[in-house]
């Protein structure tokens, strides 16, 4: 059998067994979801031998060890994902929940009904933890999942899923319903990509350079986001001690992840009081800062921010600030370098607020709270399976809901139309 | 100026002025919307010198009397597409709509707050209404629209966006958001699919090689239907006089259209006493039924089925019918060979209708109504812009509501992350 005929029947197998997974009642999926959970414990000792296979290999490439940290796996992250599983099971299932009803002239009823989406395709990096975290999700919103994992971590996503499976078929669902893709090359992907006869949806985790490669070659939707340059306004009546805050924890709190802050755009008439302040404890904190001409006036010894710096995702300690006039400005600076991912007004402004609110359409726009807030379990979903900065079917973090879709249903009395 | 470069023009033009439409509030979008439909009644007589051109031409081209007639404006069609925008004003704006708002352990309020898609593009073939219809609620939804209707119809539709963005320049909004392509070739469709950077959702209309052909070359995300095979299923302990008015209804009131029924699916259990008489009513009808085995078991007279039947969408007086086992079996068929779109049960078994609202997962499910219900305007929604089979965004018939995305709005009180 080719790559392309394997791949092939993997899809075909995940669409027939999603049938069967959308038909599980929420209990059935919950079950599931506790005894993956057990299972993954009690083969922790075949999981690290797996796991062993994938380090050495890594080790002999000479990769990093930040790198070869993601990759391993111990008796303490082996717990924690089957933690994750659990915690899956406790989440409300969105399947069958009709989100609205109304009644028609005629007397018809009719409704919209939460179904799964059906197969979905996750492509990702190294670490092997989001094999059964992805699953997870996928599998309690009633979809099948395709999983292609890093080639580093290969022997531990076919490890992670061969365990998942093994319950799957023991409580009497097909298989088919979880695959881990198993070609470590880039074929495997493209292959993967074609198979939108049988595929709703792909979502790719990673590095921007990874998700071009699968915007660019998918036959299938794709729910992606390539980066989060997001920003603070601190507007002309911030609360300063609020605002210092809020900017210290959206910058450094994590500065390698898309949720951080970017671009710190300061109100003029706030610029006399604040720059100074603000440089100060930035700085002292490591934070290099890259002001343009209006911020320097005040923190000369700033760097000097270039029309680049506007679109640079840093990830890392690295701020880009500009003063601007108000809020228009602030706005418009907003609409023409930002990723749609995340800003955040601090302000003591009613009338600001609102406008803020309502005028910048970001995925997640807010007032007077850090940019970190930005993810699927800080906002409520009960987890997070992935970010969109593109507006279609899914806008910001993306939780259980995301994977699924509405179908109108209609009970009638044998009502016909006019 | 190229054709490609002007169609990046007309996007990039589209994309700017998306900021402003965003903007409008409800009234501002209303007050536009009844000064349009004001504006095409004034200038009937141009637009009749217009439209005159086209006939002209598609005349000459020697296109059929259907057709013609599609194409053709009268005063009381152009007193139809102004009611239209009226309608439109009336209808409630979703922009600005929290669907939902919650509070988080640490005091944020967070909320899911409806927002313009940002610039839509419709491709369709003849009728000149649409340019009308579709403008009036991509724009209500906030949205700018870039319109590319039939080749015949193009001095019509340049006529009408003509109309439509004098009002639009007299009321202070860019006319950027409303334009029309003015190239009657393929080139001009294949340069607006283009534009991902400017355009954010394609929605074709039309028949299915129109709609492939906009599929095969987008880049950016389409929302279509290629079809509508529709089944009905007549359970074991369904009211015959009730399935065979939902039949007739569902059949013949409408057979050109994607809604109307395809396949019939008869219980076994029911076929000795149904099908002599639904045979004998829809013959009299001048349907021509194309039956399995078990169908002319009891109507011999009937045609034979063939497999190719069961997958098609005969858009005619053409009914396919085929006799099943129960209701797993009609769920089977109906995934196997339906194109979620529309299905409807017909049943006096409380067990078998919830059964086939939750496990027939079609854009639209009925119990006891006919398939010719699953429109937007029939379903409630106000308007339709289209229907969508496939699962990513909309599903089933599309209103206003999926002219928009929700992003996430966040209410704090200076938090930051923990």
Known sequence: MTVADKIRTIAADARAASY???????????????????????????LLAENARDLEAAEKKGISTAMLDRLMLNGERIGSMADGLREVAALPDPVGEV????????????????????????????????????????????????LRGGSEAINSNVAISGILRDVMEKAGIPA???????????????????????????????????????????KIPVIKHYKGVCHVFVDATADFDKAENIIINSKTQRPGVCNALETLLIHREAAERFVPRIFS??????????GDEAFRRFAPEAKTATEEDWYEEFLDLVLAVRVVDGLDEAIEHINRYGSLHTESIVTSDYGNAQRFIREVNSGVVLVNASTRFSDGNQLGLGAEIGISTTKLHSYGPMGLEDLTTTKFIVYGEGQVRE
């Open 20 to 46: 069967a997974m959308a038909r599980l009642s929420s209990a059935e999926k919950n079950a599931l979801l506790v005894d993956m959970a057990g299972a993954l414990e009690e083969r922790t000792s075949h």
């Open 99 to 146: 989100t609205r009803m109304w009644k028609r002239p005629n007397g018809l009823m009719v409704g919209k009904m939460r179904i799964p989406l059906g197969v979905i395709g996750i492509i990702y990096e190294a670490r092997p933890n989001v094999t059964a975290d992805a699953a997870a999700l996928c599998l309690k919103a009633g979809n099948s999942v395709i």
């Open 176 to 218: 088919g319903a979880l695959s881990v893709i198993p070609f470590v090359d880039r074929q495997g992907v493209l292959e993967m990509l074609k198979q939108d006869e049988f595929i709703d949806l792909i979502i790719p985790r990673g590095g921007e350079s990874l998700i071009r490669f699968v915007v660019e070659h998918s």
């Open 281 to 290: 404890v930035l700085s002292g904190l490591g934070v290099e800062i890259r």
